[in-house]
């Protein structure tokens, strides 16, 4: 698997070799990237200039890799304010491509790729697949939506190019991606992870048992979801399920993708610059310890982005990986620093109220965490969709499956939880990233 090399894609080669090399040259080829896009960004973009200028630094000051430090942090706002193409530092007739990623309020933030960071882009990903045991001739049916998200066409490109056979399904449609998946014998999905357990379980009320089709691997990604959440999906699937990340403003779906070992992501360094930051001071943590995911973009020429801040909470795994890879590994993304909520004080994400629902035998993801606040204090609800299944050998009663999802929210995160079954498809199901918290609560 180490390298694979057969041409295809108009003549690209999709080959995994760079996630091999060798420290010293992989940090001489990081150098010489960063360099380039530092110039560039300084040439092109008035903004990068602007703020290079108010720092005192010009593209000659950077020397070593450790001098990205002089540079300056750039933010989801400066994408909004750039609004629509203000980031751009290539000429219209230069960029092939746009993507945006929706905001949930406003205008949405736009990404631009020139050809050159399109096959950048079908690079990372088809070693992204390759990494999870994708190989060609595999039949990768593509769920991610395709359009101004980045999942579709990015994983459609990638796809192509490793020579497997894409089925260019979209998100949604479930009836019909399960009659597709079975006609045409799909033996990896690429998706949401919540969209895929959706899927699993319509394929189960249709008479379908996943279990019983050639379906392999899953590539789940483009949301947090817990080691709970993979359990079932491989369950339910019968798959084995990777995490891949990335984000629209990087370059898309590719940034890091797990290998056969499981064991963290590998980011590929060679095109994405990673730096683990203290998001309250912006100062870079002890290797290993958590922090904020910082991404310079090493090669994008339409858009080059300078130490741009994730959001993403994670932290550097300094071991060297059982599968060879040499490019750097990222523990999974449980958190951003913003998808926090705090309730009577104490801070919770989502993912906690996940795993911990996911700890009580029986119970399945489908749960959507409401806050409001009523005589100045804040609640949590947590409603969370039965099965009749679920009252079996289990749970026992209604009352007794309340007690002990109460009792394991509460153990997780130290807040009582009003817990609310709901009944089955209550909770609307999404095609793409689900939306777990609803907050009613004002100001
Ligand atoms: O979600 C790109 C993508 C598509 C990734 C398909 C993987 C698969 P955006 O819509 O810009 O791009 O959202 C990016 O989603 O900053 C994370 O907060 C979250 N995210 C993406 N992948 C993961 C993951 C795509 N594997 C934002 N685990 C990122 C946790 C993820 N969070």
Redesign the pocket.
């Known amino acids: 698997m180490k390298s694979k090399t057969h041409a295809s894609g108009g003549g690209f080669n999709p080959t995994s070799a760079p996630d091999y090399l060798p420290q010293t040259q992989l940090r001489e080829l990081q150098l010489a990237r960063l360099k380039f896009i530092v110039k560039r960004a300084y040439e092109n973009v008035p903004f990068h200039r602007q703020r290079m200028e108010e720092a005192g630094v010009t593209p000659g000051d950077i020397q070593s890799l450790e001098d990205v430090a002089k540079l300056h942090f750039t933010m989801k706002d400066d994408l909004r304010e750039a609004y629509p193409f203000g980031l751009f530092a290539s000429p219209m007739e230069e960029i092939v491509r746009v993507h945006a ?2 905001g949930t309020t406003g205008k949405p933030t736009v990404v631009a790729y020139t050809q050159e960071d399109i096959n950048v882009w079908t690079n990372v990903m088809v070693r992204s697949l390759i990494s999870c045991g994708c190989h060609r001739g595999d039949i990768i049916q593509n769920a ?1 939506g395709y359009g101004l ?3 579709g066409l ?2 459609h490109y990638g796809a192509e190019a490793l020579g497997a056979t894409v089925i260019p399904m979209s998100g949604g449609n479930t009836d019909r991606q399960i009659m597709i998946m079975k006609d045409f014998g799909a033996n990896v999905i ?1 998706c ?1 992870p919540s969209y895929f357990v959706h899927l699993s379980e319509r394929a189960l009320e249709l008479g379908t048992d996943l279990r019983d089709l050639p379906l392999r691997i899953g ?7 817990s080691d709970g959440l993979r359990q079932r999906a491989e369950e339910i699937g019968g798959i084995k399920a990777y ?7 990087i370059i ?5 993708i797990e290998c056969a070992m499981q064991e963290g ?1 590998h980011i590929f360094e060679d095109h994405f610059y990673p730096e683990i930051i203290d998001p309250e001071t912006g100062k870079t943590v002890a290797p290993g310890e958590e922090g904020e995911l910082v991404l310079t973009t090493l090669s994008k020429v339409a858009m080059p982005l300078l130490r741009y801040r ?3 909470m994670t932290r550097m795994i300094p071991e060297a990986c059982g599968c060879g890879r040499t490019i750097c590994r990222i523990a ?3 958190r ?1 620093s913003d ?1 926090m909520f705090i309730i009577r004080g104490v801070n919770v994400y989502p993912s906690q109220i996940e795993a911990a629902i996911l700890k009580v035998e029986g119970t399945s993801p489908h749960y959507q965490i409401v806050l409001t606040r009523a005589k100045d204090l804040d609640q949590m609800e947590v409603q969370f969709e039965v099965t009749p299944e679920m009252f079996g050998d289990t749970v026992g009663s209604v009352e007794n499956l309340q007690r002990t999802l109460c009792h394991a929210i509460e153990s997780t995160i130290g807040v009582r939880a009003k817990i609310t079954l709901v009944e089955p498809h209550s909770i609307e199901r999404s095609q793409g ?1 689900a939306k777990r918290v609803i907050d009613k609560r004002e100001g």
């Not at 590539?219 to 979801?225: D, M, N, R, S, Y």
């Open positions: 990623s929706s991610y998200f980045t999942g990015g994983a690429t949401t590539v789940f990604g483009a949301e947090p979801w995490d891949i990340y990335g984000l629209s403003e898309g779906p590719g940034v890091a992501l994730t959001r993403d999974r993304i449980g951003r998808d990233k």
